[in-house]
């Protein structure tokens, strides 16, 4: 299948964006307008409206030669990144017409986007009905655009800026023959690779083909010229050239539009079940299941609304998917003006097929664990996947160090855990240890009696000891603790201990002698 790269070319972008950014004064359209920046030379203009542009002035020019020619040039200073992050937001917006939508970085610093329409343009009636979808819902959004679909995205850019506004279509045969009248400027050049072409005489496109690839890069070696040649030759398509995408495309997606915007959300609620039983058939199919889902609301206004839940265990079942979508706050949903299209995604989806249990796991245990991950997933829906914890196994030797807390979902993976332990722990463990006085027969030995919370004991049998070493690996603030040697005691009353010493006999600085700590109880 040929692709089909549709481009998209902003006009006076970082203009809309000025202007719709909060708290900025409503300007007439006949009152002139420019963005400035920084340049090499002093402040230069970046952007210019309509009324700019036809009294003379040029992006690029000096802001003291434009205030010079038109002395009511109202200046404003540029924002780039309010300008990167409103154009990451509309390429979302426009997931609507594409799975795949990519950030064009202009060299002549006009933003623009693209979009692979291979194999979509029949849900808008074709490519003549995409495009045309495209410019009333890009003006509807009071942004002025440029477009043109083409086999690749070099010939797709250089139809949208050199077409002469229309909308234009270009096949694969008609590449060379449609490329040839346009300036050499269309393929996407520096300055200075453009000022050496026309120094030779090169104006057209069209000027290239006759030429040899080895001596275009000869000539063209003290600027880029190798990017030239790579850039014709992306452009004919003789080499892919890649597009990358805001967000990776899902393979699994369910999309309904509207002929009309939905302003409420039983409308949404409505059509909900209709597109989770269309991603479950599609699952189902191949057998996987989602563990991350989308909903996603694709406004009027050009924004786009939506939620976001994990599943610990991959399911196909839309029931669930509901459930937790409500839980998310489906009603928190702005559709503002209203949503025409309504998209359900799986992002993350794993296989589903069937994995026989561990035979040391008791069929209670199997029977518990998926109404666990499902109170679990309703419970992070609600509160937030890092609200809801759970305790895990951490690899460290010291015992107060080897238990975190992590969400649930991940505990109940077993991604978090740790290696099994291989010795007894107690159950009740006191953070931090408590201090005891203890006697012991031996330096060396297990106490022969201890004192704690005020209380003697007197023992009468000792296990140990298990000797803990100081965790090297980690941090110099760590590393400063002792050698432990732990011991499980037991006391004339039948009562157990888990109690250690902090420090060896005749191996100190003689700072800090050894001292002895109650850890824990065992039933």
């Known amino acids: 299948m040929v692709r089909r790269i549709v481009s998209v070319w902003l006009i006076d972008w970082p203009i809309v964006v000025w202007s719709r950014t ?48 038109l002395p009511d040039l109202v200046s404003a200073p540029a924002e780039p990144n309010w300008e990167a992050q409103a154009l990451v937001r509309l390429a979302h917006w426009c997931e609507r017409w594409s799975p795949t939508v990519a950030i064009d970085p202009s060299p002549d610093g006009l933003e623009g986007l693209f979009l692979d329409v291979t194999g979509v343009d029949h849900l ?70 453009l000022r050496l072409a026309r120094l030779f005489g090169l104006r057209r496109i069209g000027d290239l083909y006759g030429m040899p690839r ?22 004919l398509g003789l080499i892919e050239e ?7 495309p899902v393979r699994y997606r369910a999309v309904e539009s509207f002929a009309e915007p939905v302003i409420d959300l039983a409308g949404v609620e409505a059509y909900l079940p209709l597109l989770a039983a269309t991603l479950a058939t599609r699952l189902q199919q191949d057998a996987r299941g989602a563990s991350s889902l989308r909903l996603d609301g694709f406004r009027s206004d050009g924004a786009v609304v939506g ?8 399911t196909v079942q839309a029931e669930i998917w509901l459930r937790l979508l409500r839980e998310k706050g489906l009603e928190r949903l702005d559709l503002g003006f209203g949503i ?80 099994p332990l291989v010795r007894p722990r107690p159950i009740l463990m006191f953070d931090p240890p408590e201090p005891i006085e203890a006697l012991a027969e031996l330096p060396d030995g297990a106490p022969a009696r201890f004192t704690w919370r005020r209380v003697p004991r007197r023992v009468a049998r ?17 590393q400063r603790d002792r050698t432990r040697d732990y011991y499980r005691v037991e ?28 850890h824990g109880l065992f039933p």
């Open 22 to 69: 909060a708290g900025r004064p409503k300007l007439p359209e006949d009152v002139p307008l420019a963005l400035i920046e920084k340049g090499p030379h002093g402040l230069r203009l970046r952007a210019l409206n309509a009324a700019a542009r036809a009294r003379g002035l040029r992006r690029g020019q000096a802001h003291a030669d434009a205030r010079a020619v």
């Open 124 to 193: 808008f009636g074709g490519e003549a009905g995409l495009l045309e979808d495209l410019r009333e819902r890009f003006g509807s959004a009071g942004i002025g655009t440029q477009m043109a679909v083409a086999p690749t995205a070099g010939a797709a850019w250089a139809l949208a800026r050199w077409s002469g506004g229309c909308a234009s279509r270009l096949e694969l045969e008609q590449i060379r023959e449609g490329l040839a009248s346009l300036p050499i400027a269309a393929l996407r050049l520096g300055e200075e690779t």
């Open 214 to 235: 080895t001596g275009l890069a000869r000539r063209f070696r003290a600027t880029d010229g190798q990017d030239l040649v790579r850039r014709l030759d992306q452009a």
């Open 242 to 248: 890649p597009l990358v995408p805001v967000r990776p």
């Open 307 to 314: 939620l976001a839940v994990r599943m610990t265990v991959p």
């Open 340 to 419: 025409d299209v309504l998209a359900l995604s799986a992002d993350r989806t794993e296989p589903t097929d069937l994995v026989q249990p561990p035979l040391e796991l008791e069929a209670g245990s199997r029977r518990d664990a998926r109404p666990l991950s499902e109170l679990v997933d309703r419970l992070a829906a609600r509160l937030g996947e890092h609200a809801v914890t759970m305790p895990v196994r951490y690899e460290s030797w010291l015992p107060e160090r080897s238990e975190r807390r992590v969400p649930a979902q991940r505990a109940i993976l077993g991604t978090a855990m740790g290696r």
């Open 462 to 478: 000792a296990e140990g000891p298990e000797r803990l070493a100081p965790e090297w690996w980690q941090p110099a603030h760590v």
């Open 491 to 518: 006391d004339e009353d039948g009562v157990r201990y888990w109690l250690f010493r902090e420090g060896l006999y005749g191996q100190d600085d003689g700072k800090r002698l050894p001292s002895w700590w109650m």
